[in-house]
T-cell receptor, first 113, second 113 residues
Framework: GENVEQHPSTLSVQEGDSAVIKCTYS??????FPWYKQELGKRPQLIID?????GEKKDQRIAVTLNKTAKHFSLHITETQPEDSAVYFC????????????FGQGTILTVHP | DGGITQSPKYLFRKEGQNVTLSCEQN?????MYWYRQDPGQGLRLIYY???????QKGDIAEGYSVSREKKESFPLTVTSAQKNPTAFYLC????????????FGEGSRLTVL
């Protein structure tokens, strides 16, 4: 089955700095890669996703890049703010798997004012 | 107010007892899922259901059981056969299409004493 590795497990940055979280996956048939954000005590929510037919996707201060050859994808957050502090999860799935996602271990991001 | 409701939010049980976690959604989603969240391990899929009266095992189904008698409901029973049941359990749902966004409930924290 699919295996998703996520690094780093914790990340601490100063407000205004950029943050990068990286994930690798094992199943070359995976073609959907979402990122979820989970604030303390709250439910995970989708923040951005990318499909295998594109290499990069941006939404304001967040972006995701995908390298299918190397089987890795990354989340980039620019101009970080304290409200970006949360746990971030990457995930991967095949096209016909609906929500049958395989998640990474999670990254605790702390943004210091 | 549309969404997914999990209950109870906190649950304490003695070892050897079965316990059932409730998950109800009014989003008219076809697919529903149960994930288990442990520190440092991300979210792991327990069971999922794409249509009523049908469900499939996920990656860690041993010691768990589910039913899907109604589209809106997908209860999870943690049986005494589950060796390490103390965890945070998240229910989710999605539309019946490729790579649908997962909508999560607020979770149920089960502690076995």
């Amino acid at each position: 089955g699919e295996n998703v590795e996520q690094h780093p497990s914790t990340l601490s940055v100063q407000e205004g700095d950029s943050a990068v979280i990286k994930c690798t996956y094992s199943d070359s048939a995976s073609n959907y890669f979402p990122w979820y954000k989970q604030e303390l005590g709250k439910r995970p929510q989708l923040i951005i996703d990318i499909r295998s037919n594109v290499g990069e996707k941006k939404d304001q201060r967040i972006a995701v890049t995908l390298n299918k050859t190397a089987k890795h994808f990354s989340l980039h957050i620019t101009e970080t703010q304290p409200e970006d502090s949360a746990v971030y999860f990457c995930a991967a799935s095949r096209g016909t798997s609906y929500g049958k996602l395989t998640f990474g271990q999670g990254t605790i991001l702390t943004v210091h004012p | 107010d549309g969404g997914i409701t999990q209950s109870p939010k906190y649950l304490f049980r003695k070892e050897g007892q079965n316990v059932t976690l409730s998950c109800e959604q009014n989003l008219n989603h076809d697919a529903m899922y149960w994930y288990r969240q442990d520190p440092g391990q991300g979210l792991r899929l327990i069971y999922y259901s794409q249509i009523v009266n049908d469900f499939q095992k996920g990656d860690i189904a041993e010691g768990y059981s589910v039913s899907r008698e109604k589209k809106e409901s997908f209860p999870l029973t943690v049986t005494s056969a589950q060796k390490n049941p103390t965890a945070f359990y998240l229910c989710a749902s999605s539309m019946y299409r490729d790579n649908g966004e997962l909508f999560f409930g607020e979770g149920s924290r089960l502690t076995v004493l």
